[in-house]
């Protein structure tokens, strides 16, 4: 186990070191890269995708919980009828999900 130890002192006295430290480190940004920054960038691409592609009639999900339905897409909102008469502006960028794609009960 002491040999070990020296030897990897050693190893990192004569410079070697410096090399495996910034291939870790590169190593670590890839793997970062692969399984958070991509996939949240992919998401993101989705939701814009979704919400530049909103329509009239469309049932949806605000972020606060409030289901309903598409009466009027202007470019920054959307009105949204929530019972019979009432409707309500919501921003765009507020809106997260299809309803149509949740399961029925």
Do not use: C
Not at 7 to 19: H, K, V
């Amino acid at each position: 186990m002491t040999q070990l130890v020296i030897m990897l002192q050693e190893g990192g006295a004569a410079g070697g070191g410096s090399y495996s430290f910034l291939l870790m480190m590169l190593l670590i940004f890839v793997v970062m890269w692969f399984f958070m920054i991509r996939p949240q960038q992919k998401r993101q691409k989705e939701m814009n995708a979704f919400r530049n592609h909103l329509h009239k009639g469309m049932k949806i999900i605000t972020a606060g919980g409030i289901y309903g339905t598409i009466t009027e897409v202007a470019e920054r909102y959307v009105m949204v009828e929530i019972d019979k008469n009432v409707e309500i502006r919501v921003d765009k960028m507020s809106i997260m999900k299809d309803h149509s794609d949740l399961p029925s009960r």
